[in-house]
């Protein structure tokens, strides 16, 4: 039985409005994929939130309900949607033009999605260099920017009659830049959005917005957004949870599962390469090289957290580890990724592996969107602030504390997760060690 107590969890009550900066693929194919399920019109297949069991105490008591049931979480019935983008199309035309749900689908759901149309949005097109578009804020500083999201968002409060907020990023993919000054305090980063400092990344504004209206933000994409000082001091000041980055889902998903594998048999990796085609908004993003350099960073810092090449110099030291998306438009959504890997055992004798993954991007990205939303909203009722680390299994880049490196190893993440449910609710945290049972 249960030897503590259990966490104090505000209840589920009202409405969760859900806040996307970005309603294009990924941000469309969740909405959607929501009210199809509220519909009976498919399953949330991918999603922990909805779909997994959560075993508590010995295995022989067989009590492994679904989380959902284990956890207060937010009912599907009770999300309600809004969102920014450069562009004017309603998610429902957006969605038509993402292409990545069937068109006999999203005209079943048409009138839903034409309700949900795209504030004005903040731009910068020294952030994002192959897009533009007409729906965005335009003059004033940065902070008076910030101030209009923060009506955008109070306004759709208002008007939805949301009792409890989240936002997360859908956007595209941002230029790669590195923590400057005006990121190292919170009182520099307010003074540099008065100034219009370009140091400044769009992303960073709607982060911002977010935590100061107290509405917990996760970033889906690997741009430096709230994964700064000042924005960190900001999410604890203010007692609000907040996670990222860059959503875990095609390649970087098989990795993590392979990888720690291959660690785990002690089998030794001299090459890992790994390549993409993908046509959809976030190829043409990517296929700018210092858009490419953002995502390159977050997808190939996975492997040296996992592999612990300081502990296993003679297995991992020397990987030859290349990473590469190439932007196809004939394959939409569906992108295709490509996994060489040389490895070596005993003796040292080489073998290879390779790895052909023909998936959906926003179909992998859709679910996790969900599951981070339901979370995020589950640790603000839970009282819990700053950076949610067992969120973690949902992001390539997973955000830590300063100085502490992120687990990558997916079955870790995993067990990170259930075991903070566990601890939630006051059940005994699963260590898996067995002993008990053969006493």
Known sequence: MPTQEPVKIAPAEGRLGVLIPGLGAVG????????????GLGKPFGSLTQMATIRLGKRTEGRTPLIRDFVPLARLEDLVFAGWDIFEDNAYESAVKAGV????????????????????????PNYLHNLTGPNIKEGGSLMEKAEALMEDIESFRRNSGAARLVMIWCGSTEVYHKPAPVHQTLAAFEKGLAANDPEIAPSQVYAYAALRCGVPFANGAPNLTNDVPALVELARERQVPHCGKDF???????????????????????????TNILGNRDGEVLDDPAAFKTKEETKLSVLDYILQPQLYPDLYKDIFHLVRINYYPPRGDAKEG????????????PMQIKVNFLCR??????????????????????????????????????????????????????MKLKNTLRWMRGEDLITHLGLEYYD
């Not at 490509?338 to 004798?349: A, K, M, S």
């Not at 009722?381 to 997916?410: C, N, V």
């Open 338 to 349: 490509w996994d060489n890997i040389d490895i070596f055992g005993w003796l040292g004798y």
């Open 28 to 39: 469309t194919t969740f909405i959607a994929g929501v009210e199809a399920v509220r519909r």
């Open 101 to 124: 749900l069937e068109r006999t689908l999203l005209d079943q759901l048409r009138v839903s999605l034409e309700a949900i149309r795209p504030m004005k949005a903040v731009y910068d």
């Open 361 to 414: 991007d926003s179909i992998l990205a859709a679910p996790l969107v969900l599951d981070l939303v339901l979370f995020l909203d589950l640790a603000q009722r839970a009282g819990m602030k700053g950076i949610q680390e067992w969120l973690s299994f949902y992001f390539k880049a997973p955000l830590t504390a300063p100085g502490l490196y992120p687990e990558h190893d997916l079955f870790i993440q995993l």
């Open 248 to 274: 875990k889902t095609g390649q970087t998903l098989m990795k993590t599962i392979i990888a720690p594998g291959l660690k785990a048999r002690m089998l030794g990796v001299t090459g890992w390469y790994s």
